[in-house]
């Protein structure tokens, strides 16, 4: 009776401490790093924490590399979270976006094939000071912006997606360092924005796509933000926009537009898939997850799970799409089959 009590205690103390990690919630910043270096204790082989900057307030800005090993120089998918700090989805996002790829390569050959030619470069957290403030209390539930001071010290907070080194200043930004959509003191005066510019911009030539993820909308946004300049690749990146689209119709009947920021919702400049369509990374997309304004930047949590699986679907095609162009869809195939039939002849032996 007491082995049989005692064998329960363990097996409940095991249970306990084994729980997996809830996708399905919005984290705080603590318990995102905190997981962020469990997968990376959990995947040695395949996730590598890359420090990259600091935040005004001096906390790190880290992503996670996620790859596998390859003897040929490697292509790259950009994908970062929480830029505007209120934006509580798109980290949740970035999260089941990765734990999805660590589940699937060891199954799919394709995903294998794509985490072979390719490396992801996920930031959960970009604007962490921002992060955290948004869940300091009720009333900072709805910081959107870093947290530098302004020019003349009462205000704070630079609009981050309006910082970057593209049109910077020019349109749909306000010179009130109390306005959501203050651009900084100058192109890139913040750290943040620093932190992506020169890690993205030192290996430019290796990105074959940059995806920003932000809410609500329920949008696909195209460079560029200012009315007046149009990507040379407009009608590819409008098709592989709309091709996602359909992808995430189909998981949950959700409705995404597809389109240039003055298109489908306003002009802007400064903003990093701007920056980064101008460094001639050819597949540049703003996600706007759900939902389209009952909750606007606070939604529920049931609604997590279904908005992250069909953001996966049309994520998952624009990555697809880069790759294919890249690596010879066909090459990849023959070598999956490779790998399986040397796999089977291992084993028939
Ligand atoms: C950040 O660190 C630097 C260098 O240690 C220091 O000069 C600065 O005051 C710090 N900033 C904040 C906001 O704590
Ligand atoms: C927003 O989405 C809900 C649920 O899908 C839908 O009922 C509603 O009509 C949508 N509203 C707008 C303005 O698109
Ligand atoms: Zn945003």
Known sequence: MTDNLETLYFFLFFLV?????????????????????????????VVAIVDYGKSYENRTIS?????????TKKK???????????????????????????????????????????DFYITPVL?????????????????????????????????LNRNFDANWGTIGVSSDCNSDIYPGRGPISEPEAQAVTYFVGSRKEDFLCFLTIHSYGQLLLIPYGHPDFTASNYNELMKVGEEAAEAILKVHGKKYRVGTSPAVLYPNSGSSRDWA?????????????RDNGTYGFELPQEEIQPTCEEA???????????????????????AALWTTLLALGVHLM
Not at 20 to 32: A, G, K, L, S, V
Not at 138 to 144: E, G, I, K, V
């Open 17 to 45: 401490n084994k729980v997996e990690y809830d996708y399905f919630q919005y984290h705080p910043m603590e318990e995102i790093s905190s997981w962020m270096s469990q997968m990376a204790k959990q995947y040695p082989d």
């Open 63 to 71: 992503l996670m590399r996620i790859g596998l090993k390859s003897d």
């Open 76 to 118: 790259a998918i950009w994908m970062d979270c929480g830029i505007h700090a209120r934006e509580w989805i798109a980290p949740a996002f970035c999260q089941y976006f990765v734990r999805q790829i660590l589940q699937t390569y060891k199954t799919d050959a394709k995903m294998e094939a794509m985490m072979t030619n390719m």
């Open 127 to 159: 604007n962490v000071d921002g992060y955290m403030f948004s869940w300091k209390n009720s009333s900072t539930r709805l910081w959107r912006k870093n947290r530098s001071p302004g020019p003349s010290g009462d205000c704070y907070g630079t609009d």
């Open 277 to 289: 369509r101008m460094q001639d990374i050819p597949l540049t997309f703003t996600f706007e997850l």
């Open 312 to 334: 996966y679907s049309g994520a998952l095609h624009i990555i697809t799409y880069a790759h294919d162009k890249t690596f010879n869809g066909a090459a990849a195939t023959a």
